[in-house]
Structures are given as structure tokens and as C-alpha cells.
């Protein structure tokens, strides 16, 4: 996983797996409905046209069984889509209702004529948050809490250091953000900007990335791991990315570090202790991150906004609340916490 090693195909080519020649439609079917997790409910947002034609968000939900006034939001990361159940019922068990959504071009809301995970901006996903929270404000919550997993991170902290003081929610935890590429200094400095340029060029040319299973194995039941996800949603290999999905990551990491202190609300980063390097599964990887660098989180976290919490959980992977059951209990308490105090 974003592991860049070479432009592998044509330039512009579709192949994942077959141009589509289908028929394309906007979604008009936006009421609630039951979601594929039992217990909980979901509603597609119609965003409009975008560059790949029309698009949608999907927002899911669990609400308390408790009246409260209280929400927490979750956004997910790359090659990713929302089926953390657990998540949802701790939040639920502790007094908030919860609220999930899935990204244009990821799981619920990919469309089939979607090359998937694809973006031209970051700042495509604020409208989908955006529609999240005008639903969870309808629902009648005011202390609301944005958060964001990996790529999800990263979105939710540049949406909060370019709105600044308009984010309208009340704190933002993140989940291992992706605030820097774990890259040589050579492919941070040189490669990354030079495919953001060729990315106005050519915004659909594709990078291959490396046929790794170690972190996908650590998390299937079917392997190592304890949990049941959709592998056509969440792919055990990921697959090639766009030169302007690359350029959009590294605009967001560049223009967030720049605004990081126009973030005015609490923002809790938390990372794993321990980088974990290779790439087909060892039971290393159930004990660090092998997705991003731990110290590089840790230096760019200490960056964002006035009033912050940066700590490493221990032995985490790289989606923390994924992690064996001590460690994510961990990140959970962590999470309240910081909550509690902010």
C-alpha cells in the first residue's frame, strides 16, 4: 500500500478490470434504508456531476437508544470503506450516536463507471463530510466530534485547518493520518511533486503498487486477523492509483502543514509505536504500522493546532482500532479520554 514502484500501464488507460460501457446515472434514491451492517441504517448523498460523471457520498448511522445530543463521525481511509461495527457500539454504549460515511468512489457509494478510490482535490470529500454533518445537525446533535482514519486523517485535519473556525465541529481525533508519505527523501521531495505535476497532464495515468498481503492478511479472519470486511471493497491488493490521486494526497499534506495552525479546534493523533517494513505477512505485522512511519506522524502531528494530543499506542497496526483486542482497547481509551477532557 502506497508503495509507488513504477508507472506500469499506459497513460490513461482503464483497466480495472474493463472500461465500462454501461449505462450512467445520477442516484435519485436518497432516503434511509438498512444498511449491510444489521443494526444500522444508510442513505446515499446525490453529490452531482464530477469529472468521472455523476457521483455519490453514502452516509450510515446508529443512533443511541439514549437521548443525547452528542455525535461522533467516522471517515475512512484509503483502499477502505466503513464495516467497523464494533466502533459503532462502543460509541453507541457510551452515550453518542454514531454516523460513518463513505466517500465518492468507495465502497457503499462506488459506482461502477468509478475507477475506484479516484480524486482530482482533497477537497472533493469536504462536500461529502459536509453532508454528514448537516444530517447529524438535523438529528439534533451539538457537540459533534469529527475523525478519520490514514487517508480519512488527513482529509478531516486539512478540512479543519482550511475552514478554520467554520469547521462546526467541536474536536477531531485522528486514526494513524496520513501526514507524509513513508517514502526516501528522494521520492518525498523529487518523485511525489513530479507526478503532482504530470498529474495536470495526465490526471489518469496509473502507478502500480506492490503486491503486498502482509497488512490485509493481519486483519482477515480468513488468514490472521479477526475481522470479515468486502474484499471487492476493501482489496487485499490494492490497485494502481492515478497520477492525480497521488498529486491530490500530496497538495493536502502540503497545504495542511502550511495552515496547521489555523486549526482551531482540540485535535487528538494517534499513532502506532513501531514501524513494521516487508511486505508478505509475518506476525510482525500485527504489531506496528506497516503502511506509514510512526515518527513521521509523530513530528508532523506536534505541528496541527494549539491544543493537541500526539501519542503513540503500543503495538498498534495501522488502523489502530483494528488492532488485537488489548492495544485497540487502548485507542479506545485514548479516544474517550480525549473526549472527556475536551
Known sequence: MFAIIGIGVAWGEWHFPEKYTGQVTRTTDTV????ILPGYEARYVDQGETFDGPCRST????????????AYLYVHGFNDYFFQKE??????????????????????SWEPWQYPFNVRRMTEYFADIDSALSQIRRDGNVDITLSGHSTGGLTVSYMAAMKGARIGVNRVVTDSPFLEWNFSPFMRNVGAP???????????????????DGYAYSLLKQFDGEWEYNTDWKMIYSPPVTFSWVGAINHAQSELMKNASHITVPILVMHSSRKID????????????????????QKRGEKLGKRRMVCAIDSGIHDLILSPLPVREAAYDTIFRFLKRY
Request: charged letters at 25%.
Open 32 to 35: 434511509w434504508h438498512p444498511d
Open 59 to 70: 452516509i450510515i448511522r446508529k443512533l443511541s437508544p439514549v437521548k443525547t445530543r452528542r
Open 87 to 108: 466502533m459503532g457500539e462502543r460509541f453507541v454504549d457510551s452515550g453518542y450516536n454514531f454516523y460513518a460515511v463513505d466517500l465518492r468512489r468507495y465502497g457503499r
Open 194 to 212: 513530479m507526478i503532482q505535476f504530470l498529474s495536470k497532464i495526465s490526471p489518469d495515468s496509473k502507478i502500480r503498487q506492490g503486491h503486498c
Open 278 to 297: 516487508g511486505c508478505n505477512y509475518t506476525p510482525a505485522f500485527k504489531t506496528g504500522d506497516a503502511v506509514l512511519d510512526p515518527e513521521m506522524l
